[in-house]
């Protein structure tokens, strides 16, 4: 019989006995409530979905689940209740902001030649129920990494990945349903390994365990037998492949081992069951609407054909299509990600989408706040109007992390009389922590210095051109000093896009008074050439138009900041080519080391089958 490893969550000393209990009592009576009914469930058969189907019911456990388990501390050891898994998964009140943190995963093992993620829907053997799939083809995970994957808090990530905290899996597969198995294949010089574990809250509530433990088996290739071998001893061998057997969604081991065909050496593959059903009783997760794309179910919303015009523009946007359609908001998850590597959802490649490039009468503005008397981040926010302005009704900034979106059209202001109608910004925010959900940052004074000069941006933005979308010019009763008088950091550089009316907006810039744009003393041009290369800030055509203000009475274009500009250009250009040239090497030494691994594995099936002539 094959040997499994059991991963207590909290001690490494006690999970054999918390399997032996659970698989002592498998299946289980209990008493649990169903929505509003008060039904009582009999006798569960095995890998039933759990008895409330409904996720913020789901940790409802008044005479419920949670109060039948006895908390035996034994040994004074922290034992990290099964419950947990529901309240830590609460982080994440929106589903796709769920899927995001698995997406993440994938997306940093594209230092590993990562080329792909696949999410897609996929139907649970057992039952026929539909299972989110999430693949890639990274590194995958060995043993080892496989349980520090299905601990709490572990995370040996470096500081350019997106994941940081050691959390996302559990709460982002928690958050989509009640089970979640993962297999993956890792190769390395130590050899080819195969290991798959479940996290299975029904299997832990329905067991009345006072703990959290995942069963786990790991296989390892033996190049003189041909195949794989379990590794780890038999210690516990019959108990816990009984467990994945028992409520995992395959039911036999020869089922389970077939799940790494498709992976081959290295990836990861996350199957998700018993997904959660909304308050309506129907599954969360719309699969049905659209056989391309996975919505939120009940958001989608058919557009009145009769409707004005305006009102149709306004909801078949990105701004709000993205809250309810999985593959609009894969679209913009994502700033920047290597061409060789794709998203599939259900088939199809999802097409990326920069918000920018829905913009007009663009402008790009650095912007340097300080904190305690010295400098603590560079902000470049590219904004404009929305092309379709003034008849969308949508404002806001895009404000990513690490290039991962985090606020997608955060409203910086509330629009009164229309004033910031329309206007619409992009940034990336390395300098600030997001929360552990990747859906806000964190409080703290750089992001609230940040939050207050993104409203003057887009109030300055539209006081100024709000005239070139139609709306009347706004007449400056007092110095525009005043106006915003809350800003304590100035603009450093403002770009305007010459593909968006050059020549009026550089007139109406002469026309305007200047003192916002005021810089305490004038910019040095070797410091603004670093910083501008450093955050690759988009050049333009249109040099004649850009300014750098040294006082208000100046109004004079500042040709060495052209010629900063300029150069600036150059060197984003050629950063580009090396870009594309290292994306170029690195599908080459992909395309390679799988070649080698072809190999290597001919090699050692020709040494297996040359063993036993060796032997006579």
């Known amino acids: 019989m094959s040997a499994i490893e059991i991963v207590n969550l909290s001690s490494d000393d006690e999970g054999p006995e918390a399997a032996e209990n659970i698989s002592s009592s498998g299946p289980c009576t209990c008493h649990s409530h169903s929505g509003d009914t008060g039904l009582f469930y009999a006798t569960l058969p095995n890998c039933a979905p759990p008895p409330c189907r409904q996720f913020w019911k789901a940790g409802n456990y008044d005479n419920g689940l949670g109060l039948q388990v006895s908390i035996q501390n034994a040994g004074n050891y922290l034992h990290v209740h099964p419950m947990f898994l529901h309240s830590n998964a609460t982080s994440h009140k929106w589903a796709f902001g769920a899927v995001a943190e698995l997406l993440d995963n994938a997306v940093d093992e594209i230092q590993n030649e990562a080329t792909f993620v696949v999410v897609d829907k996929i139907l649970n053997p057992r039952d026929g129920s539909p299972a989110l799939l999430i693949q890639d083809d990274g590194g995958g995970m060995g043993p080892e990494a496989m349980r520090h994957c299905l601990s709490f808090g572990y995370s040996d990530k470096t500081k350019l990945a997106i994941g940081q905290y050691g959390n996302g899996f559990k709460t982002g597969s928690m958050r989509l349903g009640a089970d979640v198995i993962v297999f993956s294949c ?338 040095d041009p070797h410091k603004a050439k670093r910083q501008s290369a450093e955050l690759n800030v988009i050049g333009v055509s249109c040099s004649q138009n850009v300014q750098t203000m040294a006082s208000p009475a100046d109004q004079v274009v500042d040709q060495e900041a052209i010629n900063i500009i300029e150069a600036n250009k150059n060197l984003i250009a050629e950063c580009l080519e090396h870009e594309k040239t290292e994306e170029e090497l690195n599908l080459k030494v992909a395309q390679l080391r799988s070649k080698i691994e072809e190999a290597q594995h001919e090699y050692n099936r020709l040494l297996a089958e040359a063993q036993p002539l060796k032997e006579e």
Request: aromatic share 10%.
């Open 186 to 523: 890792h190769l390395n010089d130590m050899g080819w390994t195969q290991s798959v574990g479940l996290l299975s809250y029904t299997m832990l509530m329905q067991s009345r365990v006072d703990r959290i433990v995942v069963p786990m088996v790991n296989y390892k290739y033996n190049p003189s037998a041909g195949h794989m071998e379990v590794i780890n001893g038999l210690e516990h061998g019959t108990t816990n492949m009984s467990l994945l057997l028992q409520w995992s969604p395959y039911s036999s081991e020869a089922e389970l081992l077939k799940q790494f065909v498709n992976i081959g050496h290295h990836g990861t593959k996350i199957i998700i069951f018993n997904l959660w059903c909304n308050h309506d009783g129907d599954l969360e997760l719309d699969f049905d609407t659209d056989p391309e794309d996975i919505h939120i179910a009940g958001h989608f919303k058919k557009t009145d054909t009769t409707s004005a015009r305006k009102k149709i523009v306004n909801e078949q946007h990105i701004a709000n299509r993205f809250k309810y359609s999985l593959r609009v908001y894969l679209s913009i998850l994502y700033l920047r990600i290597p061409e060789h590597f794709r998203i599939i959802l259900r088939g199809q490649v999802v097409k990326l989408h920069n918000i920018a490039d829905d913009l007009k009468h663009i402008q790009y503005i650095l912007y340097t706040p300080q904190s305690g008397g010295s400098k603590k981040a560079t902000f470049v926010t590219t904004i404009g109007f929305l092309k379709e302005a003034p008849e969308v009704n949508i404002h806001g900034f895009n404000i990513y992390h690490k290039n991962r979106l985090i606020l997608p059209f955060w409203p910086a202001v509330s629009y009164g009389k229309n004033r910031g109608r329309g206007v619409v910004g992009v940034l990336q925010a390395d300098y600030i922590e997001p929360t552990h959900n990747k859906q806000d940052f964190e409080r703290s004074s750089l992001s609230q210095k940040l939050e207050i000069r993104l409203k003057e941006m887009a109030l300055e933005y539209w006081d100024y051109h709000c005239h070139l979308i139609g709306y009347p010019e706004v007449k400056h009763k007092a110095p525009v000093s005043q106006c915003f008088s809350s800003m304590q950091e100035p603009l450093a550089i403002v770009i305007s896009n010459a593909s968006n009316n050059c020549s009026n907006s550089q007139s109406r810039y002469e026309q305007a008074p200047l003192a916002k744009r005021k810089t305490r003393g004038f910019i």
